[in-house]
């Protein structure tokens, strides 16, 4: 249907239909001031979004419709809205001039990026306060540290907004208290309380969780009261549930020796490691991040010795199997990503693996090289392989051309993993995806494994995707001791032998 405005025709009519689960979420949560949409990655967020600004434009008195993405989403928001609206959305962006022009035009949808909204906030306060303007946030999370300075600037505006709506399909993208500021901006505390430093302590996934059993019964208990106390503004639906047929998701955990060299290098950091934060078995410091920056060269040597050392001439054990394992693939005319937390790796890899027309996405590329690389792995048969970062094409793209996904190496970022291998695991997909895993056997990459299992069955509790009796079932915390026991591993590995 059609509504003139201001002698404007405007056509509000969907150009392509919902999935029954689409217009279920949609009639749910149309009518109300503030929404959140949690659908699991690859079901189709963006049509929900795009029924419900439509909506808002035609029924509630809303006079523009924000879309605040993250930079590299932004082209795709406008091609989908595009695809689907009889709309033209216009961009803000770091040029103030021209955000002067788009805030002052009779734009039906604005499509801006994260950085963007806070940098020209002033502006686009009193933008809120002339016109009846409603949000929605695309990959919430990007709010999840209530600390940033950026998710304070969206607290301020946030009431401004005459409805909000925001979306994630990994709201708890690391921990369980990830979640509450991305609800304090929709509801200012209504539902998970006010004090952040509270709601943290009670849902925080700690090491010492493993040593009380009164701790973990709490723990449990709070978290899996999280989605109960939202979901009166809240859809949820996951790829198991909804009624809706995706090929199979096939996982194999690829077991790999330790190359010569590269293990003496890491038994060399490892000992390091221990004289550094061990003392007497314990941790020296409370800081996990501390701890974690210092893992992370392990990480960086199962990976890639080169990214510690450039004297390191041999192909490591990893680099040796993706090549086999590419072969492989491409040799049946299917295509892979391969995810590598490092750019080095990235770049290497593209240049390693000219012969399959490689494309490349990492953070120190322009966006505009980005999506020129996502257009040619997507419309290029012959481009067989991308390769990329986790913190570059993780959200957002929808690369269903591939169905094998190799991890390279992997952080100790759940969101990372759960988002990165599902840009081939959604809507449109026909083919069975395979989800590799590289792991060197006795590393730092098998605490990794079991830290990201945990993680992964806390945040499906705090979701409502499982009851607290399964999760009991399931809970391991075991990754609590991962420090000693690759410590321990270590020792094994540098033992001389008798």
Same mark, same amino acid.
């Given at each position: 249907? /059609?509504?003139?405005?201001?002698?404007?025709?405007?056509?509000?009519? &969907? @150009?392509?239909?919902?999935?029954?689960?689409?217009?279920?979420?949609?009639?749910?949560?149309?009518?109300?001031?503030?929404?959140?949409?949690?659908?699991?990655?690859?079901?189709?967020?963006?049509?929900? =979004?795009?029924?419900?600004?439509?909506? #808002?434009?035609?029924?509630?008195?809303?006079?523009?419709?924000?879309?605040?993405?993250?930079?590299?989403?932004?082209?795709? #928001?406008?091609?989908?809205?595009?695809?689907?609206?009889?709309? +033209?959305?216009?961009?803000?962006?770091?040029?103030?001039?021209?955000?002067?022009?788009?805030?002052?035009?009779?734009?039906?949808?604005?499509?801006?990026?994260?950085?963007?909204?806070?940098?020209? @906030?002033? *502006?686009?306060?009193?933008?809120?306060?002339? *016109?009846?303007?409603?949000?929605?946030?695309?990959?919430?999370?990007?709010?999840?540290?209530?600390?940033?300075?950026?998710?304070?600037?969206?607290?301020?505006?946030?009431?401004?907004?005459?409805?909000?709506?925001?979306?994630?399909?990994?709201?708890?993208?690391?921990?369980?208290? $990830?979640?509450?500021?991305?609800?304090?901006?929709?509801?200012?505390?209504?539902?998970?309380?006010?004090?952040?430093?509270?709601?943290?302590?009670?849902?925080?996934?700690?090491?010492?969780?493993?040593?009380?059993?009164?701790?973990?019964?709490?723990?449990? =208990?709070?978290?899996?009261?999280?989605? %109960?106390?939202?979901?009166?503004?809240?859809?949820?639906?996951?790829?198991?549930?909804?009624?809706?047929?995706?090929?199979?998701?096939?996982?194999?955990?690829?077991?790999?020796?330790?190359?010569?060299?590269?293990?003496?290098?890491?038994?060399?950091?490892?000992?390091?490691?221990?004289?550094?934060?061990?003392?007497?078995?314990?941790?020296?410091? $409370?800081?996990?991040?501390?701890?974690?920056? *210092?893992?992370?060269?392990?990480?960086?040597?199962?990976?890639?010795? +080169?990214?510690?050392?450039?004297?390191?001439?041999?192909? &490591? /054990?990893?680099?040796?199997?993706?090549?086999?394992?590419?072969? +492989?693939?491409?040799? @049946?005319?299917?295509?892979?990503?391969?995810? /590598?937390?490092?750019?080095?790796?990235?770049?290497?890899?593209?240049?390693?693996?000219?012969?399959?027309? &490689?494309?490349?996405?990492?953070? %120190?590329?322009?966006?505009?090289?980005?999506?020129?690389?996502?257009?040619?792995?997507?419309?290029?048969?012959?481009?067989?392989?991308?390769?990329?970062?986790?913190?570059?094409?993780?959200?957002?793209?929808?690369?269903?051309?591939?169905?094998?996904?190799?991890?390279?190496?992997?952080?100790?970022?759940?969101?990372?993993?759960?988002?990165?291998? $599902?840009?081939?695991?959604?809507?449109?997909?026909?083919?069975?995806?395979?989800?590799?895993?590289?792991?060197?056997?006795? /590393?730092?990459?098998?605490?990794?494994?079991?830290?990201?299992?945990?993680?992964? +069955?806390?945040?499906?509790?705090?979701?409502?995707?499982? &009851? @607290?009796?399964?999760?009991?079932?399931?809970?391991?915390?075991?990754?609590?001791?991962?420090?000693?026991?690759?410590?321990?591993?270590?020792?094994?590995?540098?033992?001389?032998?008798?």
């Amino acid at each position: 249907m /059609s509504r003139i405005i201001s002698g404007i025709l405007t056509n509000y009519t &969907p @150009k392509l239909e919902a999935f029954p689960y689409q217009m279920q979420a949609y009639l749910t949560v149309r009518d109300l001031d503030y929404s959140a949409i949690f659908h699991e990655q690859g079901l189709g967020k963006t049509k929900i =979004a795009v029924d419900l600004m439509l909506y #808002w434009l035609k029924q509630r008195d809303i006079d523009t419709v924000l879309v605040v993405t993250k930079k590299q989403l932004v082209k795709n #928001w406008e091609k989908e809205l595009i695809m689907h609206t009889h709309i +033209r959305p216009k961009v803000l962006s770091s040029d103030k001039n021209n955000n002067f022009y788009v805030l002052n035009s009779a734009a039906k949808v604005i499509i801006a990026n994260f950085e963007a909204l806070s940098t020209d @906030k002033a *502006r686009v306060k009193l933008f809120l306060k002339c *016109r009846n303007v409603a949000i929605i946030v695309d990959e919430s999370t990007k709010l999840k540290n209530p600390e940033a300075q950026l998710t304070k600037d969206f607290f301020e505006l946030s009431e401004l907004f005459k409805i909000r709506t925001i979306m994630t399909g990994t709201p708890v993208a690391n921990r369980p208290y $990830d979640i509450w500021a991305q609800i304090y901006f929709l509801d200012k505390g209504k539902s998970l309380g006010r004090d952040f430093d509270e709601f943290k302590h009670k849902t925080d996934l700690s090491n010492s969780l493993i040593d009380s059993a009164e701790a973990r019964q709490k723990f449990e =208990a709070t978290v899996s009261e999280i989605f %109960s106390k939202i979901s009166g503004f809240t859809v949820r639906e996951t790829k198991k549930n909804c009624a809706i047929s995706l090929p199979t998701k096939v996982y194999e955990t690829v077991y790999i020796d330790f190359e010569s060299l590269q293990r003496d290098m890491y038994c060399t950091v490892l000992r390091e490691l221990e004289l550094e934060v061990m003392q007497d078995e314990n941790i020296v410091t $409370d800081d996990e991040s501390v701890v974690l920056k *210092r893992l992370l060269r392990l990480l960086q040597i199962t990976s890639n010795p +080169r990214l510690l050392d450039d004297s390191y001439t041999v192909v &490591p /054990s990893k680099e040796q199997q993706l090549d086999e394992q590419l072969e +492989r693939i491409c040799s @049946k005319g299917d295509k892979c990503i391969v995810w /590598s937390n490092f750019i080095y790796n990235v770049d290497h890899f593209h240049e390693k693996f000219h012969r399959l027309n &490689p494309c490349k996405i990492h953070g %120190s590329m322009s966006i505009e090289d980005r999506n020129a690389s996502v257009e040619k792995f997507m419309t290029d048969e012959t481009s067989m392989v991308l390769f990329a970062t986790p913190q570059a094409a993780k959200e957002g793209l929808t690369l269903t051309v591939a169905n094998h996904v190799i991890f390279y190496d992997r952080s100790f970022s759940l969101d990372d993993y759960l988002q990165a291998q $599902d840009r081939i695991h959604r809507i449109s997909q026909k083919k069975t995806c395979y989800i590799y895993n590289y792991i060197i056997k006795g /590393s730092i990459d098998e605490w990794i494994d079991k830290l990201l299992n945990a993680k992964h +069955r806390a945040a499906l509790l705090a979701q409502g995707d499982i &009851p @607290k009796d399964e999760y009991r079932d399931i809970a391991d915390y075991s990754y609590a001791e991962i420090i000693k026991e690759i410590l321990n591993e270590g020792e094994k590995l540098w033992k001389p032998k008798h």
